[in-house]
């Protein structure tokens, strides 16, 4: 049975996070649903870009999903944080053991849910944000911490859902898409 990843996307979401997170778990062939908060068909993301959804986060059950992530973007970050929406799904996830990533300034809104595991990164400046940022670190592109992925920023989107692929599918699929999109640095 195919693992099944919703991706909530609000207004003023990071194009390339979300983006390369869809696109390298699809190539995983992992469902994903990429699901609105604000309820409209087509969210615009921090760089003016549209982005069709297949769902609305009010809609949403955790109950077959196995991985919720966030994309980052200041203003994208705020609204997740803000939804109640999204803010409930991501404690069922949570309270259920599931796998929850976030990147960029996103882990904020694990924050706001209080999830966020102790270890994590954000893109810089982010952590100032979070209540108690004293593990976070700078120094790796992706942490895992418990069923928390985190990751910095757009350049790290591509290692983050690679990630991703290894928790959800095995080293095997992991290791044949890193190869195939010639990730090497990650």
């Not at 869809?22 to 993301?45: C, H, P, Q």
């Not at 990147?103 to 209080?114: E, K, M, N, R, V």
């Not at 400046?125 to 592109?141: L, R």
């Not at 910095?152 to 692929?165: M, N, S």
């Amino acid at each position: 049975m195919n693992k099944i990843v919703v991706i909530p996307l609000a207004s003023g979401f990071e194009e390339i996070e979300a983006v390369s997170v869809i696109d390298i778990l699809r190539r995983a062939d992992i469902k994903v649903l990429v699901a609105s908060v604000e309820g409209e068909n087509i969210v615009k993301g921090a760089n003016g870009i549209g982005i069709e959804t297949e769902a609305h986060m009010s809609d949403m059950s955790s109950e077959n999903i196995d991985m919720i992530v966030l994309p980052g973007g200041w203003e994208g970050t705020n609204n997740l944080a803000e939804s109640i929406d999204v803010q409930n799904f991501i404690k069922k996830m949570n309270d259920a053991g599931k796998l929850i990533g976030a990147i960029c300034a996103a882990p904020y809104a694990l924050d706001q849910a209080g999830v966020l595991s102790k270890n994590f990164t954000c893109y810089p400046g982010a952590e100032e944000k979070i209540k108690d940022s004293s593990g976070y670190t700078d120094a790796k592109k992706v942490v895992k911490d418990g069923n928390i992925i985190t990751s910095r920023g757009p350049a790290t989107a591509i290692c983050f859902a690679l990630e991703i692929v290894k928790e959800l599918v095995g080293e095997e699929k992991y290791s044949a898409i890193k190869s195939g999109v010639l990730a090497d640095f990650c």
